[in-house]
């Protein structure tokens, strides 16, 4: 079981991040909050420096193993491309080189993105889940540093974006957080708890990768045979079972949204905010946007975990004819 961190330590590594990484901002956008009835906050982790809040955890977690480690001058690790971004972002900055494998036909532009911060890619595996398997391999073979997709010390740099969430929009009744491996929702229950709130955290899963969902509601890990959803950050099969248990002793439930439930909330973020989410970024507001009615009146947040989504997709979704009302 995770222990949870104190206060203490979840400010020390949130002042590190902060040399690197300025406070994202947390906007309440009237249109938004007026299709809720709700006044929402939305939290914009695609205004990183990698247009994701991961490159908070890879900050903390790789300026540690550089510390403990120091014989270390390779890591590899698996992803979808949000993760492998911020790896390569932080091994350009302690002088590690990075290998990243990626899935087949992952995102053209995740990938360019991560080579250029300096990554070595390799493409192998149909999902995220086939990747990290063979990640696991390479590290083993050739004696490098397996990075883990998920890590407490990855979800105490993470939880630096709840502290300024929390501190900048205090007394929220809801806050919604999408799900991939559970990092950003472990961040997130880290920093309220630390801070003694009482905000009900909510999380988001994609409808056709709903393996943290059936294994909230069963209480242990179940796996699914694919996670074939367009929302890559989302695209989980096999769930973390440390990530799964401190989701099921802090969050109040995970809900599940369709394909064009993400898209929606996707053109809804667009022509009323004109910021740019990728598939999972916008899962946290559809959540909140399929629970208007639970949540009409309420002070809410979402976390719009990030913008990185190739141009030629974003297009086409922005394109489709829908009742976005």
Known sequence: MIG??????????????HKVVPPTPQYEWPLLSRRLGARLFLKHENHTAIGSFKIRGALVFLDRLKREEPLVR???AATRGNYGQSVAFACSRLGLEARIVVPLANSREKNRAMAAFGAKLIEAGEDFDAAYAYARALAEGEGLRLLPSYHPLLAEGVASYGLELFRAAPDLDTLYVPIGLGSGISGMIFAREALGLKTEIVGVVAEKAPAYALSFKAGKPLSTESADTFADGLACRIPDAQALSLIRRGAGRVLTVSESEIKRAMRILFS???NISEGAGAAAFAGAFQERQRIAGKRVAAVLS?????RGLFARILAEEADDA
């Open 4 to 17: 949870l961190p104190s206060l203490e330590t979840l400010e020390a590594a949130s002042a590190f991040v």
């Open 272 to 274: 009323d905010t004109h």
């Open 74 to 76: 390779a890591v590899v």
């Open 306 to 310: 990030g913008g990185n989504i190739d």
